[in-house]
Nanobody, 126 residues
Framework: QVRLVESGGGWVQPGGSLRLACELSGGTVSSYSVAWFRQAPGEEREFVSSINRLGIRTYADFVNGRFTISRDNNKNTASLQLHNLKPEDTAVYSC????????????????????WGQGTQVTVSS
């Protein structure tokens, strides 16, 4: 059974950085496409970034070069490095995975993902 566990969230001031990690168990991370989504209070869950089995990365427009997704096959982990954080980045960040066929531009709908972590809170405030 595949299980995803996130870590690395916390509080940071505007302009700060955090690194989120998503450890996958019950499978090999390189066999899955992994994405990060986020959900702020009262808002819809939204796509942030993904890395597919070929290592191709996609990002939401709002990322604007501030975040980097990566994968460490040795640690069976996918990570999301967050830089230049803004108060509007405050949300619960969740990782998700699927084994569906890859599509151009990556899969950006939450319903397309089969496995989910519990989420980690990121709070950006002064």
């Amino acid at each position: 059974q595949v299980r995803l566990v996130e870590s690395g969230g916390g509080w940071v001031q505007p302009g700060g950085s955090l690194r989120l990690a998503c450890e996958l168990s019950g499978g090999t991370v390189s066999s899955y496409s992994v994405a990060w989504f986020r959900q702020a209070p009262g808002e819809e869950r939204e796509f942030v970034s993904s890395i597919n089995r070929l290592g191709i990365r996609t990002y939401a427009d709002f990322v604007n070069g501030r975040f980097t997704i990566s994968r460490d096959n040795n640690k069976n982990t996918a990570s999301l490095q967050l830089h230049n954080l803004k108060p509007e980045d405050t949300a619960v960040y969740s990782c998700a995975a699927h084994t569906k066929d890859e599509v151009l531009g990556g899969r950006r709908m939450a319903a397309e993902y089969d496995y989910w972590g519990q989420g980690t809170q990121v709070t950006v405030s002064s």
